[in-house]
């Protein structure tokens, strides 16, 4: 990047304006998942990466230039859509749009390989977690830099030859780390397909310049003590936690998930971190079923506005179909492993609190952490009619990001909760349409309001996440209360 002056890194809020984010565009390394270890790289299925590109993740860049960095992008419209190569969107290319608002991963890489010591090194790192030969080795050393950063992330050392497995998962930038306030908490993943991309970040946040006036703000987990003597490799005794399980809800309070990605063990060390840090006052743990089906908490609720939360009501009591006299409820054992289970912690070490369902916490969100007026409010995955809400849950109806409050970021596919937004009065947009009254000056970002832009989602939607998985916030505009 030929611009090194430090960011500014702040984020106090889920829905606070959107300034600047990491992304990863699609790789050619997505390109060649194979049926067989599509599970083992965490895909539900192979994609079609030129589709994915051009139909989908293109618009999203797009879009985000426009609410981010303007300038980048305005009057060029045409151009960069007539133009087949691509130049614009691919990180390597000398034509490609370099904003310093919505930052390529990729050419942070790159940045940071240019320098000899830290090649060598992380190279190294890389080389000795894939098993290569030391020849190799040496060969990736004396690799230009922005071609190894290429190699690196999609494991291919030309078109034709594959040195490593890919690293399909780094488009979604949010789990390899988090900014919480104005420091950067970085992941541990739960499975080894993701140990590369934690690798990557530590070395992009600990030496790229863009981060130097960071680094006594940048927190890392750690294992448990002794941990290599202790028997077992359950998932439960296993020290993790990804970016999709951490919500900054307010200054002042980080909610944390355990779930499939997020161990208890992990959420303890955070919370220590934290607290230690003076980071924030307090931290929620929501404790979500461990089924590959939620994942994140991310995947089971998101943030719409101060007041208004989207989430799957199945989770929660509102999903509960049966009366309250029915036999079945004699059975529920809410302490039960695959129960919802929310406590909150206090760094003054008061008694924690405890919160029967989720409704109830993003209800307390609403009023005590964001002074609002009213009472939250719940738009249900499906409009929490079955089979639609666990359908359009699993291809992230929950999953949305905020550019800004009421201005989110949805896949179209998912037409009953699409209902249940407007029934609360939400305008919905297709993202091309918008782009071209962008372009023509018909409507401008900011004039926009309660507002579901749909994105098209054929293959992103394979790959499990949704636009706040896509995305690593580095810096949203305050959230000023209604009670200021």
Not at 22 to 43: E, M, R
Not at 129 to 138: A, F, G, H, S, V
Not at 269 to 275: D, G, P, T, V, Y
Not at 313 to 318: C, L, R
């Amino acid at each position: 990047m030929s611009n090194t002056s430090p960011f500014h890194i702040n984020v106090n809020s889920e829905i606070g304006t959107l300034r600047t984010l990491l992304v990863h565009s699609p790789d050619s390394g997505l390109g060649k998942v194979v049926p067989s270890k599509a599970q083992d790289w965490l895909f539900e299925d192979i994609v079609h990466l030129d589709t994915m590109r051009r139909q989908e993740y293109d618009y999203y860049i797009k879009l985000l230039l426009y609410f981010l960095d303007e300038t980048k992008i305005k009057g060029k419209l045409s151009v960069i859509d007539q133009d087949s190569t691509r130049a614009f969107f691919i990180p390597e290319s000398e034509h490609f749009h370099n904003s310093l608002k919505v930052v390529e991963i990729q050419n942070l890489l790159a940045d940071v390989l240019a320098d000899d010591s830290i090649r060598k090194k992380l190279t190294a790192s890389v080389c000795a977690i894939e098993n290569c030969t030391y020849r190799l080795q040496q060969q990736l050393i004396d690799t230009p830099a922005a071609e190894l950063a290429k190699i690196l992330i999609s494991g291919a050392l030309n078109k034709q030859e594959m040195i490593f497995a890919p690293i399909p998962n780094l488009i979604f930038s949010r789990d390899v780390g988090i900014a919480i306030n104005d420091y950067i908490l970085i992941n541990k993943p739960a499975k080894k397909a993701r140990s590369r991309e934690t690798l990557i970040a530590r070395y992009i946040f600990f030496n790229h310049p863009l981060f130097n006036s960071y680094h006594n703000h940048i927190l890392e987990i750690p294992e448990t003590i002794q941990h290599f003597l202790r028997p077992g490799e359950d998932e439960e005794g296993k020290t993790t936690i990804e970016g999709g399980d951490v919500m900054v809800v307010s200054a002042s309070h980080v909610v944390i998930g355990c779930s499939e990605r997020t161990s208890i063990s992990g959420a303890n060390e955070a919370i220590k971190l934290l607290f230690q840090h003076k980071v924030v006052e307090k931290v929620t743990i929501v404790k979500i079923p461990h089924k590959r089906d939620y994942m994140h908490i991310d995947t089971v609720f998101t943030q719409i506005k101060r007041d208004l939360w989207v989430l799957l009501g199945a989770i929660s009591t509102a999903g509960v179909h049966h009366e309250a006299d029915e036999p079945i409820n004699w059975f529920t054992d809410k302490k039960h492993k695959h129960a919802l289970e929310i406590v909150q912690f206090h760094r003054n070490g008061n008694t924690p609190d405890t919160f029967d369902t989720l409704e109830a916490l993003l209800n307390d969100i609403t009023i005590n952490d964001l002074k609002s007026k009213a009472p939250a409010q719940f738009i249900y995955s499906g409009n929490n009619v079955f089979p639609f809400d666990s359908r359009e849950q699993w291809t992230d109806s929950c999953n949305l990001l905020a550019l800004r409050e009421g201005v989110v970021l949805g896949y179209d596919r998912n037409d009953k909760t699409i209902e249940a937004f407007k029934a609360k009065g939400f305008k919905t947009i297709k993202v091309a349409e918008l782009l071209q009254k962008f372009e023509a000056d018909e409507l401008k970002p900011h004039e926009l309001t309660d507002t579901l832009i749909l994105m098209p989602s054929a293959e992103l939607s394979r790959a499990r996440g949704g636009f706040h998985c896509m995305s690593l916030p580095l810096l949203r505009d305050g959230l000023i209360t209604t009670g200021d």
